[in-house]
C-alpha cells in the first residue's frame, strides 16, 4: 500500500500533480484508474459515494479535497469506519491512495501516522512548469526529505476541469446494493464548434484566458461508458498513442 499525499492552497497545481501522477501510472505503468473527480482523456472508476470505496482493487486511487468531505459531509461515526477502511483496504489491497489538501493539519492523525509521502507543489509564474518536493512519512521535517521532480502542464491540464466542485454522497445507511463505480472516459467537456479547442475548464465558453477564441457555440461531450477495463485501457492508449504522434511529443518513460 502507499498513501501519497499533495499539500498545497488553492490554485497551487495539487490537483495538476494528482493528474499527472495518474497520467503517468496509467499510460506507462498500465494501472488502473480510481477517481472521485470527474477525469477527461484517461479511463477511470469514478467513485464519489462512501460504499462504492468497497469495490476498489488493484490501482491508483485520487481523492481531491478528501479530507474535507469526509468532515464536511459524514457524521463522526461514518467517518470513523471510513478511515478505518481505507486503512484495512490499502493493506489487503494493491492500491495507492494519492490525496489533496490545502493544509496538512486537516488530514486524519491515523493516515498522517502511517502517511508514505508528503509532497509539496510549487509552479513558475507563467504556470508551466511545476516542481514537486517529496518528503518520506506524514511529517516535513529534517531527515523526511526524499526527492523533486518536475513536470510541465502540457498533459495534466488536459486531464481534468479546474471548475469542478467535488462531493461526496454518505451513503453508509443505504439498505441494499450499492452501485458499482462507472467506468468512465470523457475526451473533455465539450468541443468549440468555432475553432475546435476542446474545453475542458469552462464548459460554456472557449475562454480566451485558456488560449481559446471566445465563442460560446460550444458542443457538449458525453462520456463513454464501458464494461471492462481492458476495453477503456485500450480506448485509452489509442486515443494517446495518435496524439505523442500528431503533437511530435517525446513520449519518454522518463515523463515525470
Ligand atoms: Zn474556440
Redesign the pocket.
Given at each position: 500500500m502507499v498513501l501519497f499525499c499533495i499539500i498545497g492552497e488553492m490554485g497551487s497545481g495539487k490537483t495538476l500533480t494528482a493528474a499527472q501522477l495518474a497520467f503517468k501510472n496509467w499510460y506507462f505503468r498500465k494501472q488502473k484508474l480510481y477517481s472521485n473527480f470527474h477525469l477527461y482523456k484517461m479511463p477511470y472508476y469514478f467513485v464519489d459515494r462512501v460504499r462504492q470505496f468497497d469495490y476498489m482493487h488493484e490501482g491508483y486511487v485520487l481523492l481531491d479535497e478528501i479530507w474535507r468531505l469526509i468532515d464536511s459531509r459524514l457524521s463522526r461515526t461514518t467517518s470513523n469506519k471510513f478511515v478505518g477502511d481505507i486503512l484495512a483496504r490499502s493493506r489487503k489491497r494493491q492500491l495507492v491512495y494519492v490525496y489533496t489538501a490545502q493544509v496538512i493539519d486537516t488530514i486524519d492523525k491515523r493516515i498522517r501516522k502511517v502517511q508514505d509521502f508528503t509532497s509539496l507543489v510549487s509552479t513558475n509564474r507563467k504556470e508551466t512548469a511545476y516542481r514537486v518536493n517529496v518528503f518520506r512519512t506524514g511529517y516535513i521535517k529534517n531527515g523526511t526529505y526524499l526527492k523533486t521532480f518536475y513536470f510541465t502542464s502540457e498533459i495534466p491540464k488536459q486531464l481534468y476541469s479546474t471548475q469542478e466542485e467535488v462531493d461526496m454522497i454518505d451513503d453508509s445507511k443505504d439498505e441494499g446494493g450499492c452501485p458499482e463505480p462507472k467506468l468512465m472516459w470523457q475526451l473533455a467537456a465539450g468541443k468549440?464548434l468555432?475553432?475546435?479547442?476542446l474545453i475542458t475548464a469552462n464548459p460554456n465558453r472557449?475562454d480566451p484566458e485558456y488560449g481559446?477564441?471566445?465563442?460560446r457555440n460550444i458542443e457538449p461531450i458525453q462520456p463513454i461508458f464501458f464494461d471492462t477495463w481492458e476495453e477503456a485501457d485500450l480506448y485509452g492508449q489509442k486515443y494517446w498513442e495518435k496524439w505523442f504522434e500528431e503533437n511530435n511529443f517525446i513520449s519518454s518513460k522518463s515523463l515525470s
Open positions: 468549440c468555432n475553432c475546435g479547442t472557449c481559446g477564441c471566445g465563442s
